[in-house]
T-cell receptor, first 118, second 114 residues
C-alpha cells in the first residue's frame, strides 16, 4: 500500500518570504499522480497544484511550485511571496494510475499547519 | 456553478442514534467519494462510486456504516447505530472518472456523537 509522509507538523513564514513544505511517499508504481491540497480554517479542501509522475518538468501555479524528485520519492511544495491568506493546513496526496482497483483513491499525508506572520 | 453540496453542515446526536449524511455532487461528475477526517487518523477514504456503483468500500470502518448512491446526483452515508468514536468531519468529493481528474470537495459535515 502507498504511504505519504509529511514530517513537518507545523511551519511558519514571514509575509512575502518563501517557504517549502516537505512530502515523501512510498510506492512501487512507476506512474501516478501527486497533489497538494490546502485546508483553511473554513475546512474547505482546495487543490493547490498537481504533478503527473511521467512528467519531468516541475508543476507551477502562480506563486506555488513543486520540486518533484521521482527517484527520491519526494514532492515538496514551495510557496513564494507568502500571503496571509496562505495560512492553512496543507496536505500532500498520492493517487494510483487508472486501472488499479484503488486507482481513484487519494492517500493523504498527515498535513502541515502553515502560519504566515505579518 | 454550484460545487459539491453536503448537508447538514453540523450534526450533533446521541450515541445509538441513526445519522444520515447527504451529498450532491457537481453536475456531470460520475465519480463520488466519501472521506473522513479525524485528528487521530487524518483524512481517509471510506468508499467511492463510479457511475453510481460502489467500487471500493474497503475503508468503511464496520457494518454500522453504509453508503448508497441511488442516482447520479445524490449519495448518502449512514451510520447506525452511531458511537462517540464516529465523531469526525465527513467530506464528500466528486470528479470525472480517472486519476488525472481533480476531486472537488464539499464543505464537510462535522458530526459529534455524545
Amino acid at each position: 500500500a502507498q504511504t505519504v509522509t509529511q514530517s513537518q507538523p507545523e511551519m511558519s513564514v514571514q509575509e512575502a518570504e518563501t517557504v517549502t513544505l516537505s512530502c515523501t511517499y512510498d510506492t512501487s508504481e512507476s506512474d501516478y499522480y501527486l497533489f497538494w491540497y490546502k485546508q483553511p480554517p473554513s475546512r474547505q479542501m482546495i487543490l493547490v497544484i498537481r504533478q503527473e509522475a511521467y512528467k519531468q518538468q516541475n508543476a507551477t501555479e502562480n506563486r506555488f511550485s513543486v520540486n518533484f524528485q521521482k527517484a527520491a520519492k519526494s514532492f515538496s511544495l514551495k510557496i513564494s511571496d507568502s500571503q496571509l491568506g496562505d495560512a492553512a493546513m496543507y496536505f500532500c496526496a498520492y493517487r494510483s494510475p487508472w486501472g488499479e482497483t484503488s486507482g481513484s483513491r487519494l492517500t493523504f499525508g498527515e498535513g502541515t499547519q502553515l502560519t504566515v506572520n505579518p | 456553478d454550484a460545487g459539491v453540496i453536503q448537508s447538514p453542515r453540523h450534526e450533533v446526536t446521541e450515541m445509538g442514534q441513526e445519522v444520515t449524511l447527504r451529498c450532491k455532487p457537481i453536475s456531470g461528475h460520475n465519480s463520488l467519494f466519501w472521506y473522513r477526517q479525524t485528528m487521530m487518523r487524518g483524512l481517509e477514504l471510506l468508499i467511492y462510486f463510479n457511475n453510481n456503483v460502489p467500487i471500493d468500500d474497503s475503508g468503511m470502518p464496520e457494518d454500522r456504516f453504509s453508503a448508497k448512491m441511488p442516482n447520479a446526483s445524490f449519495s448518502t452515508l449512514k451510520i447506525q447505530p452511531s458511537e462517540p468514536r464516529d465523531s469526525a468531519v465527513y467530506f464528500c468529493a466528486s470528479s470525472l472518472i480517472g486519476p488525472a481528474y481533480e476531486q472537488y470537495f464539499g464543505p464537510g459535515t462535522r458530526l459529534t456523537v455524545t
